[in-house]
C-alpha cells in the first residue's frame, strides 16, 4: 500500500507558502487544472500566498476550474458566513479566475436535490478532479463529511455535527445549551438555527480526486491525523479513508505533523 507523502513545515506560515507553491506549480503545469478547494481558518493563509505569487510572478489562473467542497444550505451567496463569501473575500478577488469557472453549491437553490444532482454532473463534465485541497476538522470531517455510522460517496446534504457547528459559529453556540443541536423538536431547535446543513462533496467525489493536498495546522489537530494516517479506516474518522488513495500529501506545521 502506497502510504500519504508527509510534508511538515515549521509553522503556519510556512505551511501556507510550501501548499501555495504546490497548488500555483501544478497550475503552471495544467493550466486547465480541476480544483477543489477548501475553507475554514487553514486555508487563509494558503490564498493570501497563492494571490502573492499571483501578483508577483503572474500565474495564470484564466482557465482554471474550482470546486469548493461545500456550502451552507439556505445561505446566499453574498452572505458574510457562507463560503461563496469566503473564498471572494480570500481568493476569487486575488486571481484572475473567471466567475464561470468557480463553482460552490448555490445555498439558495430552490430544489436542494437537483443542486446535489447538478454540482456532481458539473465535477464530471469539467473531468473530474485533478487536486484536492482538502482541510479537516478536529473529528476528521472532510469537507461536511461527519464521522457518523456511514458516509456517502456523492455530493449530498449533510447535516452538521455539533461539535463543528460550536466550533463554526461560537458566537452563536454561545446561546444554545451542549446537546440541543441535532435534536429536533426541543426549544432553539437547529431548525431553526442557521447553518446546521451543508451541501458537501462526499467522500467518493473527493476519492476520485487524481492527487489530494490535506493541510491541518496546530495541536488540536495532531491525535486525529495521527489516527488517519496510522489507525483504522472508518467512518468514525473520515480522515482515516485516505489511506485508499494512491497520492495524499499530509503538508501539516509541526505542532499538528510531529506525531502524524
Ligand atoms: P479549520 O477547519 O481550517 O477552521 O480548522 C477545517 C475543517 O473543519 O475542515
Redesign the pocket.
Known amino acids: 500500500m502506497k502510504r500519504p507523502h508527509v510534508i511538515v513545515e515549521t509553522n503556519y506560515d510556512a505551511m501556507s507558502r510550501r501548499v501555495a507553491a504546490l497548488i500555483d506549480a501544478a497550475i503552471r503545469v495544467n493550466p486547465n487544472i480541476v480544483l477543489a478547494l ?1 475553507t ?4 487563509i493563509g494558503t490564498y493570501a500566498a497563492l494571490v502573492d505569487l499571483h501578483r508577483r510572478t503572474g500565474t495564470d489562473w484564466s482557465r482554471v476550474t474550482t470546486f469548493n467542497l461545500d456550502e451552507y444550505l439556505g445561505v446566499a451567496p453574498d452572505h458574510p458566513e457562507s463560503y461563496a463569501h469566503f473564498m471572494q473575500q480570500h481568493l476569487f478577488s486575488g486571481v484572475n479566475l473567471p466567475p464561470e469557472r468557480r463553482h460552490l453549491p448555490n445555498g439558495l437553490a430552490p430544489d436542494p436535490q437537483a443542486e446535489v444532482a447538478c454540482y456532481e454532473a458539473a465535477i464530471e463534465a469539467a473531468g473530474g478532479l485533478d487536486l484536492a485541497v482538502l ?3 478536529t473529528n476528521g ?1 472532510l469537507g461536511f463529511n461527519e464521522p457518523g455510522d456511514h458516509l456517502t460517496a456523492g455530493t449530498h446534504i449533510a447535516t452538521i455535527a455539533e461539535d ?1 457547528w460550536r466550533r463554526n459559529f461560537p458566537h452563536l453556540a454561545r446561546e444554545v445549551r451542549p446537546g440541543q443541536h441535532g435534536q429536533p423538536g426541543r426549544s432553539g431547535t437547529p431548525a431553526e438555527r442557521p447553518f446546521r446543513q451543508a451541501y458537501t462533496m462526499g467522500i467518493g467525489t473527493i476519492l476520485q480526486a487524481r492527487a489530494i493536498i490535506l493541510l491541518a495546522g496546530g495541536t488540536s489537530k495532531r491525535a486525529i491525523l495521527r489516527a488517519a494516517h496510522d489507525g483504522p479506516v472508518t467512518t468514525r474518522n473520515p480522515a482515516s479513508f485516505l489511506q485508499l488513495h494512491r497520492n495524499v500529501t499530509l503538508l501539516l506545521d509541526r505542532e499538528a505533523g510531529e506525531e502524524a
Open positions: 477548501p475554514g481558518g487553514t486555508p482541510g479537516v476538522g470531517h463543528t
